[in-house]
């Protein structure tokens, strides 16, 4: 079945910091991979996406990166900032009808 | 534009009741999903529409129903209420279901079962 792994519960880093966020999914292949960022208590917000044909896409402090051989997607956010802390969610595209399937998040803490 | 809404934020029932949580969005989407997310778990998707009259079931189904009468609203109803069910539960949608759009989401339902 297909499998979607962010493999850090928790990432705690010093602001100013680059931090590096990873997505692994298993027995498929999706066409898009769209990442979110989940505040407390909120609905999650959409950030980024990157089709199976793109290697990398940025948006200000923000890159994404796609291997379709190692079947993993990075997530990176350079300079953070205390505002940065949330919990990031990966999610391939995927499912029968072709629905997005949500990684369980990184919870990601800058500290000042 | 307000995106999507969700009422009620909070609502507690006893077992074996049942309630319907609303969801409304003004971006003439045809795509809404319905989705829980349960403490350090992903989203996991109950049930999605493509547009008006059309409903499939996604993940998770059990113990859940939703309709489509109109383009803005996607109710979604629990019939006989189980502590299973406690959860968070976000309403979303999106322009297309391919993966290809953004799915906006809205704030919220949590909901305890007792």
């Known amino acids: 079945s297909q499998k979607i792994e962010q493999n850090s519960e928790a990432l705690n880093i010093q602001e100013g910091k680059t931090a590096t966020l990873t997505c692994n999914y298993t027995n498929y292949s999706p066409a898009y991979l769209q990442w979110y960022r989940q505040d407390p208590g909120r609905g999650p917000v959409f950030l980024l996406l990157?089709?199976?044909?793109?290697k990398e896409k940025r948006k200000e402090r923000l890159k994404v990166t796609f291997d379709t051989t190692l079947k993993q997607s990075l997530f990176h956010i350079t300079a953070s900032q205390p505002a940065d802390s949330a919990t990031y969610l990966c999610?391939?595209?995927?499912?029968?009808?072709?629905?997005?399937?949500f990684g369980k998040g990184t919870k990601l803490s800058v500290k000042p | 534009n307000a995106g999507v809404t969700q009422t009620p934020k909070f609502r507690i029932l006893k077992i074996g009741q049942s309630m319907t949580l609303q969801c409304t969005q003004d971006m003439n989407h045809n795509y809404m999903y319905w989705y829980r997310q349960d403490p350090g778990m992903g989203l996991k998707l109950i049930y999605y529409?493509?547009?008006?009259?059309?409903?499939d079931k996604g993940e998770v189904p059990n113990g859940y129903n939703v309709s489509r009468s109109t383009t803005e609203d996607f109710p979604l109803r629990l019939e006989l209420a189980a502590p299973s069910q406690t959860s968070v539960y976000f309403c979303?949608?999106?322009?297309?279901?391919?993966?290809?759009?953004?799915?906006?989401f809205g704030p919220g339902t949590r909901l305890t079962v007792l």
């Open positions: 529409s493509v547009g008006a009259g059309i409903t």
């Open positions: 999610a391939p595209r995927g499912g029968s009808q072709g629905n997005l399937i």
């Open positions: 979303a949608s999106s322009y297309s279901i391919s993966g290809a759009h953004e799915q906006f």
């Open positions: 990157i089709r199976e044909n793109e």
